[in-house]
């Protein structure tokens, strides 16, 4: 009933319903990160009381000081000399890859677009996905804008970094399957699910994004790319993750939680974003990734794969929701390590770091069965 609430609700009508880091490092990165935020709060309640002056000037830190205080908080993560690589790293261009649609091309067949016939192309080395790469001897960065097929009209390809590909090869979506995409806005990783799903044997997916604006950028980005005669049950629906829980449980096969995070690539590159920056943002993020890892749990079904993700380098929001999730839940499950083409293990997971990883991420993720 519940289900159908929800699809009344907020299915949007696009045509038909479519709409190598060991684990004693991690765990010394933890401690050093929950060492170093007691000893900012030691520090702060040794401060004399705040005035209005002084919390004024706390307000309107300078970029200088909010840059220096990041970098503390990293460095004290992963060290010097790891931070010194990893920093400018961070702050060079995103890299992208390339995902070829094949609802593109008439017959899911679909071929390199005639814009891309010059580029040094490098095949990524994913299980099932037509991903591609520009060769880093040629600069590695800029593909052609996606053009429309001529016959089908939807776009030839997505461009998206390609931690976020592997970490929708960790769920190994077989055709039929029901998924659930928790947090989808803009869609790039519910379109690699797509690709994993097929237009003559169907499949589920509901694609959820609770930001009205965002929630209209999925569905642009859906109908730009997936046929609008599709034998795929596509819902887009609008709905808090953590709220998946009270609609049944035990109700998918796969559940993605690419969860809101610090986005550090992201603010890096944005000053006023950047400027916002606290060590604590971190804290307050994973409280939120736990109740939609929490309510994922609940949902899958027993046997059923997890994958969790984030952009984010603070441990506390990567491997830390997930240790939360091992010491308090009360859902079983263990933890499936594997090993993936780019990037390096931590404690619970993967995660692709750009100074490791061929300029690509930070993209963590870690893939949970539900017992
Ligand atoms: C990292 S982005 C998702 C990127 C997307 N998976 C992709 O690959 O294109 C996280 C998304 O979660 C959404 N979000 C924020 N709070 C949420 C919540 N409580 N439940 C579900 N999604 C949420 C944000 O609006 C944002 O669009």
Same mark, same amino acid.
């Given at each position: ?82 931070? !010194?690589?990893?920093? %400018? *790293? ?6 992208? $890859?390339?995902?070829?649609?094949? &609802?593109?091309?008439? #017959? ?97 997916? !509901?694609?959820?994004? %609770? *930001? ?6 999925? $569905?642009?980005?859906?109908?730009? &790319?997936?046929?609008? #005669? ?101 859902? %079983? ?39």
């Amino acid at each position: 009933m519940y289900q159908s609430l929800i699809s009344r609700r907020y299915t949007l009508g696009i045509g038909r319903v479519y709409n190598a880091l060991t684990c004693r490092a991690q765990t010394e990165r933890s401690f050093s990160q929950n060492a170093w935020l007691s000893k900012q709060k030691a520090k702060q309640a040794e401060e004399p009381v705040a005035t209005e002056r002084h919390r004024k000037s706390k307000a309107q830190k300078t970029l200088d000081e909010v840059e220096k205080e990041y970098s503390e908080f990293y460095e004290s993560i992963y060290g010097t000399a790891r931070w !010194t690589q990893l920093h %400018p *790293s961070l702050k060079s261009p995103q890299r992208y $890859s390339c995902l070829l649609n094949k &609802y593109s091309s008439p #017959e899911e067949n679909p071929s390199i677009p005639d814009s891309m016939q010059e580029l040094k192309l490098e095949k990524l080395p994913f299980k099932s996905l037509e991903c591609f790469q520009v060769s880093e001897d040629i600069g590695g960065y800029s593909f052609p804008r996606p053009e429309k097929n001529e016959t089908t009209g939807l776009l030839t390809h997505y461009l998206l970094d390609a931690g976020s590909v592997l970490a929708t090869e960790a769920l190994d979506i077989q055709p039929g399957e029901h998924v659930l995409d928790m947090c989808a806005s803009p869609g790039g990783k519910s379109l690699c699910i797509l690709q994993r799903m097929s237009g003559v044997i169907g499949g589920h997916l !509901t694609s959820n994004e %609770p *930001s009205p604006t965002r929630r209209k950028t999925l $569905s642009r980005v859906m109908a730009e &790319y997936i046929p609008k #005669e599709f034998n795929v049950d596509l819902r887009i629906t609008g709905e808090e993750g953590w709220k998946f829980l009270f609609f049944g449980l035990d109700r998918y096969d796969k559940v993605l939680v690419d969860a809101p995070c610090s986005s550090d690539r992201h603010i890096l590159h944005d000053s006023s974003e950047f400027k916002l920056w606290t060590p604590s943002r971190s804290k307050n993020l994973a409280k939120r990734q736990f109740a939609l890892l929490q309510s994922a749990l609940k949902v899958v079904r027993p046997g059923g794969t997890i994958v969790y993700s984030t952009c984010a380098l603070s441990e506390l929001e990567n491997d830390g929701v997930i240790e939360r999730a091992l010491n308090k839940s009360k859902v %079983p499950f263990e933890i499936v390590q594997e090993n993936w083409p780019l990037g390096e293990k931590t404690k619970h997971g993967w995660i692709c770091l750009p100074d490791a990883a061929h300029g690509y991420g930070p993209l963590y993720f870690a893939k949970l069965k539900k017992l």
